[in-house]
C-alpha cells in the first residue's frame, strides 16, 4: 500500500478475486477461529475455508475483489479484522452486506463497491485506486473502473484509522474542512 485513502495518493496492490456472490463472515473467518484477542493471530485464518493457501499469498498492501453480498451472515467484527490483519489494504466488492460495510470502515479497512459493472480483474493484477475519486486502475492491462465513492465522514474516518481513532480525536462525527472547523 502506498498511502491511506486521501485523494493525495492512491493505494497499489496485487489483487486477490473472488467473484462469488454472498461469502459470508464464517468463510471470511470461521466462528471457532476468533477466540482470540490477538488480532494478529487471526490473519493465518483469513479466507482459510474459502481457500486454504490464502493466508500464506497474502501481503500487506494487497487487494482483495469479491462479489455481490460479501461479508453476509454474523455481524461479527473479526471478519474484516482477519481481512486487514492478512495484509488486505482494501475491499473491492460488486456489493457488501451493511454490517460488513460498516465494520470495515469502523477498523479502518476501506471498501469501495462496483456494482454489476463487467471487469476483468484477476490475481496477481497490480491495482491503483483512488478511493475519494473512486477510480480503480488495472497496471497490469491498463483498464480502468468506477467505484462508489464513499462519503466524506467515511474518508475521514478511514484517514483516522477507524471509527474509534476518528472518535478520540474528534469527539463526535463532523465533516472535516468545513467552515469553523479544525482539519
Known amino acids: 500500500m502506498t498511502a491511506p485513502p486521501s485523494g493525495d495518493a492512491a493505494l497499489r496492490g496485487v489483487a486477490h478475486v473472488y467473484d462469488l456472490d454472498d461469502i459470508d463472515t464464517d468463510r471470511i473467518i470461521p466462528g471457532k477461529r476468533t477466540k482470540t484477542l490477538v488480532v494478529a493471530d487471526m490473519a493465518r485464518y483469513a479466507l482459510e475455508d474459502l481457500d486454504p493457501g490464502f493466508a500464506r499469498r497474502a501481503q500487506a498492501g494487497d487487494i482483495l475483489v469479491v462479489g455481490r453480498n460479501f461479508g453476509c451472515g454474523s455481524s461479527r467484527e473479526q471478519a474484516p479484522m482477519a481481512l486487514k490483519a492478512a495484509g488486505m489494504a482494501l475491499v473491492i466488492g460488486r456489493s457488501f452486506a451493511r454490517i460488513f460495510y460498516r465494520n ?54 478511514l484517514r483516522g484509522g477507524g471509527l474509534v481513532n476518528y472518535l478520540v480525536k474528534y469527539g463526535n462525527y463532523r465533516l472535516l474542512g468545513q467552515p469553523g472547523e479544525d482539519s
Request: aromatic share 2%; proline share 6%.
Open 104 to 157: 470495515a470502515i469502523n477498523i479502518g479497512l476501506p471498501v469501495l463497491e462496483i456494482g454489476d459493472r463487467p471487469h476483468a480483474i484477476a490475481t496477481g493484477h497490480t491495482l491503483e485506486v483512488d478511493a475519494e475519486a473512486g477510480r480503480i486502475s488495472d497496471l497490469s492491462d491498463g483498464m480502468t473502473y468506477s467505484a462508489s465513492q464513499l462519503p466524506r465522514v467515511m474518508l475521514d474516518i
